[in-house]
């Protein structure tokens, strides 16, 4: 922007001496100042569009970062109470990956994220156990509802769908306000048709249309194949 101004000034300066030594012409002149002076405005407004958008692209990460931090925050603050004054109780599955811990250091935040960062990368039995260790220290914790769940998604994904049934039913019994419910739902649906139980599929379906008719996971239930 600076250089632009500067660049205004310059062929204005330029200009300006030329026609004060020059003697007058008998024919007017292009006005060569005008085009110029056009030209640069109208870099100057793209410029201008450029760094708005940018600025609002900055503003937009700004807001993600401090959502992310926040959410962060809370996993550092345990709740006074668990959700609808249920306190769940886990007990091991038998899902072939070991006993799960029930002694570990670190902080809520720092065992959800590595639960989360094994699950992200795939490592799905290794996220399990630190899942399961989350909700067995952390069981009021404002994210015991999603450690269940990516704990189920986690039996999902290696098609365990037996197992990955009760425990995406814990999601909804053990944390009704749970914010994956819908979810955890539509999982359950998927599951039991992988199961071949199109009975059990089609009432999840249902339960999901009627407890939550305008979430995404209805829409998407939706386009499931039911026979």
């Not at 012409?25 to 201008?48: D, G, H, K």
């Not at 008719?213 to 239930?221: E, F, G, I, L, V």
Request: charged share 15%; hydrophobic share 35%; with cysteine.
């Amino acid at each position: 922007m600076t250089s632009l101004i500067y660049r205004i000034l310059i062929i204005a300066t330029v200009l300006g001496l030329s026609t004060a030594c020059a003697p007058l012409p008998t024919t007017p002149a292009p006005n060569n100042l005008t085009v110029e002076m056009r030209r640069l405005q109208s870099s100057m407004n793209s410029q201008q569009q450029t760094v708005q958008n940018l600025t609002r692209q900055i503003a937009k990460l700004e807001n993600q970062v401090q959502q992310q931090a926040q959410e962060i925050a809370q996993l550092s603050k345990p709740r006074k109470q668990t959700q609808a004054g249920y306190q769940p109780t886990r007990t091991p599955q038998g899902s072939g990956v070991g006993t799960i811990p029930t002694q570990g250091e670190g902080s809520p935040t720092e065992v959800y994220l590595q639960a989360f960062g094994d699950y992200a990368s795939g490592r799905y039995q290794t996220a399990t156990h630190g899942f399961e260790t989350f909700l067995q220290r952390f069981p009021n914790n404002s994210y015991a509802s999603n450690a269940q769940f990516w704990l189920s998604d986690c039996y999902f994904n290696q098609q365990q769908y037996a197992l990955a049934i009760p425990e995406f039913e814990r999601v909804l019994n053990d944390y009704p306000s749970a914010p994956k419910s819908p979810d955890a739902l539509l999982k359950i649906a998927i599951a039991q048709l992988q199961l071949g139980a199109t009975d059990e599929a089609r009432q999840a379906v249902d339960t999901l249309s009627q407890r939550y008719p305008k979430s995404t996971a209805t829409q998407k239930a939706q386009e499931l194949a039911i026979p």
